[in-house]
């Protein structure tokens, strides 16, 4: 059996295994993976080519290498022997307690279970306790919710359930699943080393189970965790680990991972998605938008991480594209914390801010933990001068994820616009630490420094370089590093950085004061360094301007003639437009 061949039939039994179980999102994600990898050709049918995008120009664009079988990424693969069902417990009070389960009568399934004692049977009743608990703790949590939906309500069930697990697993009676579940209790308790003890057995023995592979990535928070873990090398840790680089910030690393998986799942919407991520986090918004435009053609009703497609639209200001994918999801699900951002974006974008938090508070109903909208409800409460609103929405983000760049950076900007530049140097300095490579908050971080209260000009000079090394895309660094290099005195470094600056509003065909400004400095630069004919070319541009400009450029035009003996009869109105 080929090793494509070997993927898929794996893939076909832990779908039914999954699923069986009620781990539904892990099933929906083996499903995708599965029809993700390459078909046979001679078996295609018209019914099918949708999925044939081996030819299309994404595909050509982003892969990098033609991986064409498992073993991925270089690893030997270690097979694993698939899970064998406990044939004693499926009977009529397992299949009775699952349609209690799928009808999410949680309890009822629990206790329908409560006499059985097959590995099973005991899963699906903890399993069902579990979700049971956390059903009982979000009623809690719309009864007792404090300011921005903040509540103290905890799943009741983790007790017990982490006394039964843990001593089936001492006992070695747990199956892979049953260790996913104690994992996923342990750390919601707070035992995180534990957790990840207890959730390396269930995916090392069990490898199919995305769920326990997304708890794990949860709990590696640094690199020295991820490489600590002593994982079988089996295909599906190369999507654990494309996925926790990325989490990490390592996203060329994300990128390599995910372009050699493409080998074998070549037709995966989940991988596509997950290279526009990188990209996105790489702000690459051009081939971001490209690969997003591609996933719509395939997957019309796709809602999954279309709010990362809204951001981009956004940023560009794609008024129509952004407005036709707000419509899109509205019709598709508008009761998805996705479909809300989007709408929210759009309205945001039209600068309709009060309606835009409307559609945020919505998405927070539906996901309390929705890192997205409460970063962007952060920056229309900024847009609103709703200050402490918007200082608690950034900090509710950073509670869910003390990883995300944008609130840390939206916490900066809040206490830079109160006027407590301390307290935004601080933040800043947490964000671009999270994202070294995002211009702005190099950008951010130089403006406090050059605040009358830090009034640190050498630190500011460092942050602008940095900017400019991060490829500025709004061309502010190297003006405000030009006119920085003059107060501090360095004449050749503010020429220097003037030039470049007006080489670039040339390249982009822009005008306004800042090319004025460096005009002028640059003539008056030259002039001071006896370079007669570069400072007439730059006085001569600015005779095309009005206002003072103009005037100093033909009194500069005046001292150069008498000074320099090359311009006897030169008649400054010459340069007069």
Same mark, same amino acid.
């Given at each position: 059996?080929?090793?494509?061949?070997?993927?898929?039939?794996?893939?076909?039994?832990?779908?039914?295994?999954?699923?069986?179980?009620?781990?539904?999102? *892990?099933?929906?994600?083996?499903?995708?993976?599965?029809?993700?990898?390459?078909?046979?050709?001679?078996?295609?049918?018209?019914?099918?080519?949708?999925?044939?995008?081996?030819? #299309?120009?994404?595909?050509?664009?982003?892969?990098?290498?033609?991986?064409?079988?498992?073993?991925?990424?270089?690893?030997?693969?270690?097979?694993?022997?698939?899970?064998?069902?406990?044939?004693?417990?499926?009977?009529?009070?397992?299949?009775?307690?699952?349609?209690?389960?799928?009808?999410?009568?949680?309890?009822?399934?629990?206790?329908?279970?409560?006499?059985?004692?097959?590995?099973?049977?005991?899963?699906?009743?903890?399993?069902?306790?579990?979700?049971?608990?956390?059903?009982?703790?979000?009623?809690?949590?719309?009864? %007792?919710?404090?300011?921005?939906?903040?509540?103290?309500?905890?799943?009741?069930?983790?007790?017990?359930?982490?006394?039964?697990?843990?001593?089936?697993?001492?006992?070695?009676?747990?199956?892979?699943?049953? %260790?996913?579940?104690?994992?996923?209790?342990?750390?919601?308790?707070?035992?995180?080393?534990?957790?990840?003890?207890?959730?390396?057995?269930?995916?090392?023995?069990?490898?199919?189970?995305?769920?326990?592979?997304?708890?794990?990535?949860?709990?590696?928070?640094?690199?020295?965790?991820?490489?600590?873990?002593?994982?079988?090398?089996?295909?599906?840790?190369?999507?654990? %680990?494309?996925?926790?680089?990325?989490?990490?910030?390592?996203?060329?690393? #994300?990128? *390599?991972?995910?372009?050699?998986?493409?080998?074998?799942?070549?037709?995966?919407?989940?991988?596509?998605?997950?290279?526009?991520?990188?990209?996105?986090?790489?702000?690459?918004?051009?081939?971001?938008?490209?690969?997003?435009?591609?996933?719509?053609?395939?997957?019309?009703?796709?809602?999954?991480?279309?709010?990362?497609?809204?951001?981009?639209?956004?940023?560009?200001?794609?008024?129509?594209?952004?407005?036709?994918?707000?419509?899109?999801?509205?019709?598709?699900?508008?009761?998805?914390?996705?479909?809300?951002?989007?709408?929210?974006?759009?309205?945001?974008?039209?600068?309709?801010?009060?309606?835009?938090?409307?559609?945020?508070?919505?998405?927070?109903?539906?996901?309390?933990?929705?890192?997205?909208?409460?970063?962007?409800?952060?920056?229309?409460?900024?847009?609103?001068?709703?200050?402490?609103?918007?200082?608690?929405?950034?900090?509710?983000?950073?509670?869910?994820?003390?990883?995300?760049?944008?609130?840390?950076?939206?916490?900066?900007?809040?206490?830079?616009?109160?006027?407590?530049?301390?307290?935004?140097?601080?933040?800043?300095?947490?964000?671009?630490?999270?994202?070294?490579?995002?211009?702005?908050?190099?950008?951010?971080?130089?403006?406090?420094?050059?605040?009358?209260?830090?009034?640190? %000009?050498?630190?500011?000079?460092?942050?602008?370089?940095?900017?400019?090394?991060?490829?500025?895309?709004?061309?502010?660094?190297?003006?405000?590093?030009?006119?920085?290099?003059?107060?501090?005195?360095?004449?050749?470094?503010?020429?220097?950085?003037?030039?470049?600056?007006?080489?670039?509003?040339? *390249?982009?065909?822009?005008?306004?004061?800042?090319?004025?400004?460096?005009?002028?400095?640059?003539?008056?630069?030259?002039?001071?360094?006896?370079?007669?004919?570069?400072?007439? *070319?730059?006085?001569?541009?600015?005779?095309?301007?009005?206002?003072?400009?103009?005037?100093?450029?033909?009194?500069?035009?005046?001292?150069?003639?008498?000074?320099?003996?090359?311009?006897?009869?030169?008649?400054?109105?010459?340069?007069?437009?």
């Amino acid at each position: 059996m080929s090793s494509k061949e070997s993927c898929k039939s794996e893939l076909r039994t832990a779908i039914h295994q999954l699923s069986d179980r009620g781990l539904y999102s *892990a099933s929906k994600w083996a499903a995708e993976q599965l029809v993700g990898i390459e078909q046979d050709p001679a078996k295609f049918t018209p019914s099918n080519t949708r999925f044939q995008r081996g030819s #299309s120009s994404i595909r050509r664009r982003f892969r990098t290498n033609e991986i064409t079988s498992t073993p991925i990424a270089g690893v030997s693969y270690v097979s694993t022997p698939v899970m064998e069902e406990d044939e004693v417990v499926v009977g009529d009070f397992y299949l009775l307690a699952k349609s209690y389960f799928d009808c999410r009568e949680y309890r009822r399934a629990s206790h329908v279970l409560r006499d059985q004692t097959g590995k099973k049977s005991v899963f699906l009743r903890c399993y069902a306790l579990y979700l049971a608990g956390e059903k009982r703790k979000e009623e809690e949590m719309i009864e %007792l919710e404090g300011p921005l939906g903040k509540s103290d309500a905890v799943n009741r069930e983790l007790v017990s359930l982490e006394r039964e697990l843990s001593t089936l697993r001492k006992n070695g009676t747990i199956d892979p699943f049953g %260790l996913y579940l104690y994992g996923l209790v342990l750390k919601e308790k707070g035992s995180e080393t534990l957790a990840r003890t207890v959730l390396v057995e269930s995916v090392n023995s069990y490898p199919w189970n995305w769920n326990a592979w997304s708890e794990l990535q949860s709990l590696c928070t640094t690199v020295d965790t991820l490489n600590s873990l002593n994982l079988n090398n089996h295909w599906m840790k190369d999507f654990f %680990l494309a996925s926790a680089y990325q989490e990490l910030r390592m996203h060329n690393e #994300s990128l *390599a991972k995910y372009e050699c998986l493409q080998g074998t799942f070549g037709f995966s919407n989940y991988i596509q998605a997950q290279i526009a991520k990188a990209r996105y986090s790489l702000r690459e918004f051009e081939q971001v938008e490209a690969i997003f435009e591609e996933l719509l053609r395939n997957d019309p009703f796709r809602v999954e991480d279309m709010d990362m497609y809204s951001n981009v639209l956004y940023s560009k200001e794609c008024f129509s594209a952004l407005s036709f994918l707000a419509h899109r999801v509205f019709q598709t699900d508008k009761y998805r914390p996705e479909s809300c951002c989007i709408i929210g974006n759009y309205y945001s974008l039209k600068g309709q801010h009060e309606k835009s938090v409307v559609y945020f508070r919505r998405a927070l109903k539906l996901n309390k933990n929705y890192l997205s909208a409460w970063t962007l409800m952060g920056h229309e409460f900024v847009e609103m001068k709703n200050i402490p609103a918007a200082v608690d929405a950034y900090r509710r983000a950073v509670d869910i994820n003390p990883c995300d760049y944008r609130a840390w950076y939206g916490l900066g900007q809040t206490y830079e616009m109160m006027g407590m530049p301390y307290y935004a140097l601080h933040y800043f300095r947490k964000s671009v630490f999270l994202q070294p490579s995002d211009y702005r908050v190099w950008i951010a971080m130089a403006q406090c420094y050059e605040t009358d209260q830090l009034l640190m %000009l050498e630190e500011a000079d460092k942050c602008y370089r940095r900017a400019v090394k991060c490829d500025d895309r709004e061309a502010i660094a190297l003006h405000r590093l030009a006119k920085l290099q003059c107060e501090l005195g360095r004449r050749d470094e503010a020429a220097y950085y003037y030039k470049k600056d007006l080489e670039r509003m040339e *390249a982009e065909e822009r005008e306004g004061p800042n090319m004025v400004e460096a005009l002028l400095y640059l003539a008056k630069y030259y002039k001071a360094e006896k370079r007669f004919e570069e400072s007439e *070319a730059y006085c001569t541009r600015l005779l095309d301007y009005t206002g003072p400009e103009k005037e100093t450029a033909k009194s500069l035009l005046r001292g150069m003639r008498t000074s320099q003996s090359s311009f006897p009869s030169m008649d400054v109105e010459h340069f007069a437009p």
